[in-house]
């Protein structure tokens, strides 16, 4: 079984995960695979650079994410194009790693799931989701500003729609128990069907 875990930024997808994976199931964050491919390929790395500039890169020869941050989420050519270069690398990689394990409970993290179109690729899918003030507050607490917080989330569907298409959604406004029991709930929910 593979959940395809989404969400907006900031609401508590990998929280979420993390219980999900003290119950037992094995989790891949694709933001960490993102971090991956920019810290450690050189495939990924050379053309980085070759589109951007040394201004992205770090002394160890890596991809400095803030920097990239900043150009692509400000420049939508540039945000599809770097897309167009992870994307497909990341999918490929998770979906490698869960059929190299058949069998196995997977979540798979995937912030972009519905707007990538890959729901068809998970047997189910779970949106976690919060307030606008709650999220808000937490993306001041990450450090990115107003504008940094709205470029970011204007590259995804707003969360009532991805609330819409999931097959469940866990709301985190409350407390971590709130949300343990949540998870736990519906970990419940799908061992009956």
């Known amino acids: 079984m593979i959940v395809g875990l989404t969400g907006g930024m900031a609401c508590g997808k990998s929280t979420a995960a993390e219980i999900f994976r003290e119950e037992g199931f094995e989790t891949v964050d694709c933001d960490d695979l993102v971090r991956e491919l920019l810290a450690g390929n050189r495939e990924v790395q050379g053309a980085v650079r070759e589109r951007f500039g040394e201004s992205v890169m770090d002394p160890s020869g890596g991809v400095d994410r803030r920097a990239l941050a900043r150009i ?20 490929r990689s998770w979906q490698e790693l869960t059929e190299s394990r058949p069998g196995i409970r997977w979540v798979v993290q995937i912030p972009l799931l519905f707007e ?18 709650v999220q808000g507050d937490r993306l001041r607490r990450r450090g990115l500003t107003e504008n940094q917080a709205g470029a970011r989330l204007s590259r995804q569907l707003p969360l009532e729609t991805k609330m819409e298409f999931s097959d469940y959604v866990i709301l985190n406004d409350g407390s971590a128990r709130f949300l343990r029991d949540q998870v736990l709930d519906l970990i419940r929910c799908i061992a009956s069907e």
Do not use: I, M, R, Y
Request: hydrophobic residues 40%; negative net charge.
């Open 72 to 91: 692509v989420f400000a420049s939508p050519p540039d945000l599809e194009w770097l897309e167009g270069l992870l994307h497909p690398k990341v999918n």
């Open 116 to 133: 990538k179109k890959l729901e068809k690729l998970v047997d189910l899918t779970v949106c976690v989701a919060c307030s606008p003030q």
